[in-house]
């Protein structure tokens, strides 16, 4: 175990000495998560390790983070937090990506050695909802108020209405 995390890894040294890193990273080293969050003080709490299965460098753990995000339907602050699971296979090329099993996610080694945050940040990008909400209802509406709202902007809006009078007046 590290005392410090590292800004990059070379996933295949760690997984040949099988090292393990648990810390925290401050939310505010996650450039373009950080644009999508309301508030990015907190920390992101991550616990990895790295092995060999196959031949293959194998990444697994957890990431946590409490994410203040903007509620879609109420536009207030919503806590969400996430714990996402890794379970990531580095490979070479999209050839050994499809022969893996389906329990890994290929991560395609362009480089020798990866951003840390980078990968971390793209896990947490993966894992947010499309449309952040509460889990309970946050407006009320009236359905009432909604459906005579709609009788009335299509009886407004009908091109067709003044033929309606004139075949109902008898006039032509």
């Known amino acids: 175990m590290l005392d410090r995390l590292p800004d990059f890894i070379d996933p295949l040294v760690f997984a040949d000495r099988q090292r393990q890193l648990a810390g925290k990273i401050t939310l505010k080293t996650f ?25 293959l460098a194998i990444l697994f753990g957890t990431i946590q983070a409490i994410l203040k995000l903007e509620c ?30 389906g329990e890994y996610e290929a991560f395609i080694l362009k480089e020798k050695k990866v951003s840390l945050n980078q ?13 952040p ?7 009320n509406y009236s359905t009432h108020e909604v459906e005579i709202m709609d009788n009335e902007t299509t009886q407004s809006n ?12 008898g006039d032509s």
């Open 133 to 139: 909400r509460h889990q309970q209802p946050c407006l």
């Open 31 to 55: 450039p373009r998560l950080s644009d999508m969050l309301r508030d990015n003080n907190g920390d992101v709490k991550i616990d990895l390790s790295f092995s060999k299965r196959d031949r």
């Open 72 to 101: 879609q339907s109420c536009l207030e602050t919503i806590d969400l937090p996430l714990e996402v699971s890794i379970n990531l296979a580095f490979v070479k090329s999209l050839e050994q990506a499809d022969k893996l099993a």
């Open 119 to 131: 990968l971390l940040e793209d896990e947490l990008l993966l894992a947010l909802p499309d449309f």
């Open 158 to 169: 009908n091109p067709f209405s003044i033929l309606a009078q004139l075949k109902n007046t």
